[in-house]
């Protein structure tokens, strides 16, 4: 399922949060390619804008291979791996991969550790459930973000204050240590705080390997995959599929497998065809099952 033969890194992490790993020159080529990316890269505002929302189309948010048996944090084949499996990925593989790709094209990128909040103020768990990226240009300092499932299309300027991107309404607050993102009312999570200095990507990896492998993780218990558009978001969690936006139909259930294979590929750009049969059977039914569950938790 996953292909780690393809070395995609060029230094070791430093202690200070930069490293300087980054796609060689035939990935990057390689990448540009499958995101139709035509036009020259350099290390602008205007590329970092591009390059989030070419990130942001091609690759979903998505726990499939976690739910497939994958728990693997192996930071070395995720680029390839986004690339080969057409699965999409979660926060550490879509986040760390844009990281390389800005950094072959000359951007100063540091890792941000974030924790993703349900409830506003409530501290999330584990500490460290997201990988943000800090994208430093001259003077101004971004927030490059592709791993949020329903976060921001662009990236934000680190100011403080509300930031509109289409019908989201989002907020960055300040405080001397950390910067909080607050989400849309509508979100699926309340808001992200992220330490302000930068840590060794090699930090996420606890927090990681208990999301991917704790019996109690939502990323094991729950199938969830989401696509952030221009206008809107698209959700499939188990087998609930819903389109937030200004004017979007209500929320539908997924009646039966075919449909839900069809409404992965067409919405998400998410394919399963590379793994067997029985691995989409299994998965259909672990589907089936937390649905199920969800179904009795609304009735309680």
């Known amino acids: 399922m996953n292909d780690r033969s393809h070395p995609q890194q060029s230094a070791d992490v430093t202690s200070a949060g930069h490293d300087a790993a980054m796609a060689d020159a035939a990935t990057l080529d390689r990448y540009q390619r499958h995101l139709a990316l035509n036009d020259k890269l350099t290390a602008d505002e205007r590329t970092l804008k591009t390059l989030q929302q070419a990130h942001l189309d091609a690759f979903a948010y998505s726990n499939i291979d976690v739910m497939l048996g994958d728990t693997v944090f192996d930071l070395s084949s ?19 991969s844009l990281a390389l790709v800005l950094r072959a094209v000359g951007f100063d990128v540091g890792y941000l550790w974030g924790t993703v909040s349900k409830e506003r103020g409530q501290p999330g768990n584990p500490a460290g459930n997201h990988l943000g990226l800090l994208v430093t240009l001259g ?47 509508r979100g699926t999570f309340a808001e992200v ?23 109690d ?21 188990g087998r609930v599929y819903e389109v937030m936006g200004e004017q979007c139909p209500p929320a539908r259930v997924v009646a039966s497998q075919p449909e839900w294979l069809e409404l992965l590929g067409s919405r998400f750009g998410v394919y399963l065809g590379n793994v067997s049969e029985r691995q989409r059977n299994e ?15 609304q009735d309680g």
């Open 283 to 297: 998965l259909w039914d672990k589907v089936c099952a937390s649905h199920e569950c969800w179904l009795r938790e």
């Open 78 to 96: 995720y680029l390839h791996q986004l690339m080969n499996s057409r699965h999409g990925g979660l926060c550490y593989q879509l986040n760390y």
């Open 139 to 185: 003077e101004r300092k971004w927030l490059a973000e592709a791993g949020l499932g329903d976060g921001p299309r662009h990236p934000l300027l680190l100011v403080p204050g509300p930031v509109q991107q289409g019908p989201f309404r989002y907020e960055l607050t300040e405080e001397p240590a950390t910067w909080t993102l607050v989400h849309d009312n």
């Open 217 to 237: 993780s939502g990323f094991v218990r729950t199938f969830a995959v989401m696509k952030r558009c221009e206008d809107e978001a698209h959700l499939l969690r």
């Open 193 to 215: 705080v992220f330490a302000k200095t930068p840590v060794p990507v090699e930090a996420f990896r606890s927090p990681a390997n208990e999301q991917m492998t704790s019996p």
